[in-house]
C-alpha cells in the first residue's frame, strides 16, 4: 500500500488549504478506515480526522470539529483534508493512514498500519 500526500503549504492565520492523500495498491477489504493524523515538532502525532471507506462513517478531534473535513472520492482513490480557519496551533507535518477494519474508537497512531510520508503546513 502507498499513501502520498499533497497539499500542505505556508498560509496566514485564517486561511484554507485542502490536502491531498493518493492511495494505490489497497486490498478492498469490507470496511477501510482512512485518517489523517498531524505531528508538530516534540509533539506526538495526534489523530484528526478518520472516515470509513465503505461506511462514510466520520470522526473528528474535537480540536478540529466545525473547521476541518474529511473526505474521499473511492473512485480516484483519492482522500482528502479540507482545512478552513486555520490557527498557528494547526501548524504541523500532517500524515494520511490507514487500516483494515472499522475505524477505531480512539484515533491512536498504533491501530494503523500503513502511512504516508507527510506534508507540511505552516500557518503563522
Known amino acids: 500500500v502507498q499513501l502520498v500526500e499533497s497539499g500542505g503549504e505556508s498560509v496566514q492565520e485564517g486561511a484554507s488549504l485542502k490536502l491531498s492523500c493518493a492511495v494505490s495498491g489497497l486490498t478492498t477489504y469490507p470496511e477501510n478506515c482512512m485518517a489523517w493524523f498531524r505531528q508538530a515538532p516534540g509533539g506526538e502525532r495526534e489523530g484528526v480526522a478518520a472516515i470509513g471507506r465503505s461506511s462514510g462513517a466520520r470522526f473528528y478531534a474535537d480540536s478540529v470539529k466545525g473547521r476541518f473535513t474529511i473526505s474521499q472520492d473511492n473512485a480516484k482513490n483519492t482522500l482528502y483534508l479540507q482545512m478552513n480557519s486555520l490557527k498557528p496551533e494547526d501548524t504541523a507535518m500532517y500524515y494520511c493512514?490507514?487500516?483494515?477494519?472499522?475505524?477505531?474508537?480512539?484515533?491512536?497512531?498504533?491501530?494503523?498500519?500503513?502511512w504516508g510520508q507527510g506534508t507540511q503546513v505552516t500557518v503563522s
Open positions: 493512514a490507514i487500516t483494515p477494519g472499522l475505524c477505531p474508537v480512539t484515533m491512536s497512531a498504533d491501530r494503523y498500519n500503513y
